[in-house]
């Protein structure tokens, strides 16, 4: 039986091509001109201009001069500049011609009549070419027939999606309903209980601040009896003046750790003065003055490095104020009293932190008071539980709206496609797409991956939008634009990435194939030979 199918198709196809060559020969008309229009240039009349502007002898049709004025009186040569030239092409495709490339030396119908008169000898492979191209056409026409079975398997599956979304989101909408009303139920109960928690901690509120100002005036008082002492200390003479003099015998002050105290040392730990009273080494100098003598006091040593940053810190602040003193001594006083929050801070964070005052422990309340405390912190657990329900609820909402705005193609085609990622590499990297989310770009090294471009819309020809995606907005190129992808989309039995270019800087370029482009089959090349027969 495969025998016999086989001979009647060759047998067919013979048939075909002599019917073509008999037609094609029998019928009288000027060399560049199609089939259909051969009635347009009937050989015993004379000629008229298409536009209706001249009539000549039909001899002159085709005598390689221009007479018409919109060419149609040389199909066949090269004398009109905006000419048109038609290869017949029996067997395969027939083709239009600028009239500019008849006799140019190069074959460009496949039966080469467009160079009849040039030395370039042409063969004549429009029947091979014609078997390849109806082979050619035969397997796309069996892709796309079992692409758009596919295609409509795919297309109830979008469609069944979206149902599925519309009920989940009605459902949705209902819960919201239901968790806004049980948090406000939530957060008046919440700030019931917190009110009668605020009125029974109002006594140990006030306990508490007033243990916490007791502490804090201990700690003053402890403080300033420190610094007094210390100025006694290092006021040698004993005339209530601290002078810069009593302050260079006193290693401790040696900053930079050079082997002697600087004036200019001195001086930074006297607040930029010669020489202060007691009053005023308490309230200025004694925050300079006291993380240098608790490392002296404890006999620590501060690690090489911190110190080496101590010092330069101190040095160029130190320096800074030196010179805004040249220029304004108003402004000198204002930034050295910025540079001493900072040192003080510094200094802190260094030298006092493992004297840090520990925390008194928590006050503990009578037993009616903590059961109102853990109520009041329950209910306000239950309160951010709910709250937080609500926002996912608004999330998840948010979320099936936009996808339910999306263009999911004609009949919801597209649809499966989101949610998923197709990946292509290339001997440098590893391209992802996500339909309808992203495009990335993975170098093989392992760095940072680079976002191509985030979902745009849909960017196809007016005839099918949907052969084209565009995402943009992806990461800004070095020294050039904010990088795009364009995705280039056509029928196949499956998903997946052909190629990846970048034919512009920063301007990518993705071939996919999928199921859900594969539609009505494009025209093959036998109906171009209608015009012929």
């Not at 006092?352 to 422990?361: G, I, K, L, N, Y």
Request: hydrophobic share 30%.
């Amino acid at each position: 039986m495969k025998i016999n199918v086989d001979f009647i198709k060759n047998t067919s196809f013979i048939i075909f091509i002599f019917f073509c060559e008999i037609l094609t020969s029998e019928v009288p008309r000027p060399r560049g001109v199609s089939l259909s229009r051969a009635a347009l240039y009937p050989p015993d009349k004379d000629f008229t201009c298409f536009d209706g502007s001249k009539t000549i002898p039909f001899n002159r049709v085709n005598d390689d001069y221009c007479d018409c004025l919109d060419a149609s009186d040389e199909p066949g040569t090269a004398a009109c500049a905006h000419g048109i030239f038609h290869c017949t092409n029996a067997g395969h495709k027939p083709l239009n011609l600028p009239s500019n490339r008849v006799n140019d030396g190069i074959c460009d119908c496949c039966d080469g009549t467009d160079e009849y008169a040039s030395e370039t000898s042409c063969h004549n492979n429009c029947i091979e070419l014609g078997r390849s191209a109806r082979e050619a056409a035969q397997r796309r026409a069996e892709l796309i027939k079992a692409g758009k079975q596919l295609r409509a398997e795919l297309s109830q599956k979008g469609i069944l999606l979206k149902q599925e979304k519309q009920v989940k989101l009605t459902e949705l909408q209902k819960n919201k309903e239901e968790a806004e009303k049980l948090k406000a139920e939530k957060e008046a109960l919440k700030n019931e209980i917190e009110e009668l928690e605020a009125s029974a901690l109002e006594y140990y509120t006030k306990l508490e601040n007033e243990a916490k100002q007791k502490r804090e005036e201990e700690e003053a008082a402890a403080n300033k009896a420190e610094a007094i002492e210390a100025f006694n200390r290092y006021d040698s003479n004993q005339d209530g003046w601290l002078d810069v003099s009593e302050m260079k015998t006193r290693s401790t002050f040696d900053r930079d750790r050079n082997g002697e105290v600087s004036d200019e040392e001195a001086k930074f730990f006297l607040n930029l003065q010669e020489s202060v009273q007691v009053e005023t080494f308490i309230n200025d100098c004694w925050k300079l003055v006291k993380p240098f003598v608790s490392m002296e006091a404890s006999n620590l040593k501060m690690p090489e490095e911190k110190e080496k940053g101590d010092v330069e810190e101190a040095t160029e602040a130190e320096d800074m104020q030196e010179s805004e003193d040249v220029e304004e001594q108003n402004q000198e006083d204002e930034e050295h009293e910025d540079y001493e929050d900072e040192e003080e801070s510094a200094n802190q964070e260094q030298v006092e932190e493992p004297e840090a005052v520990q925390e008194p422990s928590k006050i503990e309340y009578d037993p009616e008071t903590q059961q109102l405390v853990d109520k009041a912190n329950q209910a306000r657990r239950d309160f951010q539980d709910v709250e937080r329900q609500v926002r996912d609820i608004e999330s998840e909402i948010n979320d099936i709206q936009s996808y339910l705005t999306k263009d999911f193609g004609y009949e919801e085609e597209f649809a499966p496609l989101e949610g998923q990622c197709f990946e292509y590499d290339d001997h440098e990297y590893t391209y992802r797409l996500c339909p309808f989310d992203r495009a990335t770009q993975q170098p093989k090294s392992g760095a940072a991956e680079t976002r191509l471009g985030s979902w745009g819309q849909w960017s196809g020809p007016e005839s099918n939008k949907y052969e084209q995606m565009t995402y943009d907005k992806g990461q800004s190129c070095w020294n050039g634009p904010t990088r795009s992808t364009i995705v280039r989309i056509s029928c196949s039995s499956e998903n997946k990435i052909l190629s990846v270019s970048e034919p512009n800087k920063c301007e990518y370029l993705f071939d996919f194939v999928t199921p859900s482009a594969c539609y009505e089959a494009p025209a093959d090349a036998t109906e171009d030979l209608h015009d012929e027969l």
